[in-house]
């Protein structure tokens, strides 16, 4: 372990806590955040939240976190972003950012002369991914998102890699966990460079309460104590189901959205999930289930626009 973590301006010493701005060069951007430097050798764990604006329970629970964690609790180093999408999150956006209108968790690895979310996303990865033994991405369904909690770890690494992942998101508290081969999110560009991680799902629909946030940060704390960070044996939070992989719809028309299934609900292949009507109330298009699994969200806002997400099912 390295006596320092540096980021950015910023450096923290062993048995050091230091708390300030990740500057995204070339833009307005300044992300909160907050370095632990422990005074025991050990992993060097990076986490972040708010990678989409309207995702408060991931928000408020790296808050938390890097309030809470001290260095003589650490046995290594832990680096928390609270939030990383700052415009997003004050201009109250889902999704997108307000400066180019790019998803942040579709830009990775980022450009350094890119546009505001590609320079952001590239601060994150080389700047943080790059030194990071761990990664864990805090997300939380979105203002127009209705989900049951899950966590994605990535299966893009080696076998020892992957194994290494998933068995950390089986330790975050959550019943749902799924394999991912995704290359273009903020786990799977850390897991292309040789960091295993997992991005985590709890809350919905662009709120957050008390008892999600306290869910959250048990498990981000029985993570780190898993990965030897934190002293202690780390517990089984809850039973845990595995499922393969991811299978989602996109909208292929315009108009207003209308699912017949809820989060939660197994549904099997070709099962009706919804349908998409014009502002008269006829049907544009049907949507069936690409399989058998059981629906982790479900999008719950009425308006709805070609090309965009609708359900995913694991």
């Known amino acids: 372990m390295s006596e320092e973590l540096k980021v950015g301006t910023l450096s923290a010493k062993a048995g050091e806590k230091v708390q300030g701005y990740l500057e995204v060069p070339g833009t307005p951007v300044k992300m909160p955040i907050t370095l632990i430097c422990g005074t025991k050798p050990g992993k060097t764990v990076v986490i972040t939240g708010g990678t989409h604006g309207g995702e408060y329970p991931g928000v408020e629970t790296s808050i938390r976190v890097a309030a809470s964690l001290t260095p003589d609790q650490v046995a290594g180093r832990v680096a928390i972003v609270h939030p990383v999408n700052t415009p997003a999150f004050f201009a109250k956006m889902q999704y997108v950012g307000p400066y180019d209108g790019k998803n942040l968790n579709r830009e990775y690895p980022g450009k350094a002369t890119g546009t505001v979310t590609q320079r952001i996303a590239y601060t994150i990865s080389s700047q943080l991914f790059a030194q990071a033994d761990f990664y864990m991405d805090l997300h939380g369904g979105d203002i127009h998102e209705s989900l049951t909690p899950f966590v994605i ?161 694991g």
């Open 153 to 313: 770890y990535s299966e893009l690494g080696s076998e020892e890699q992957n194994n290494i992942a998933k068995e950390a998101a089986s330790m975050l508290g959550v019943k749902y966990v799924v394999g991912s081969v995704s290359d273009n999110g903020t786990f799977g560009c850390a897991a292309t460079m040789g960091v295993p991680g997992f991005l985590a799902e709890i809350g919905q629909c662009g709120l957050w309460s008390e008892e999600e946030v306290q869910t959250y940060v048990k498990g981000v704390y029985n993570v780190l104590k898993h990965l030897g960070v934190l002293e202690g044996d780390a517990e089984n939070l809850c039973d845990v189901v595995y499922l393969h992989r991811m299978a989602g719809l996109d909208a292929e028309q315009t108009g207003c959205w209308y699912p017949c299934v809820k989060i939660g609900d197994k549904v099997t292949k070709g099962q009706k999930v919804g349908e998409i009507r014009d502002c008269f109330a006829n049907v544009l298009g049907e949507y069936f289930a690409p399989q058998d699994g059981v629906m982790l969200y479900v999008i719950s806002s009425l308006a709805i626009n070609a090309g965009d997400p609708i359900i995913a099912l």
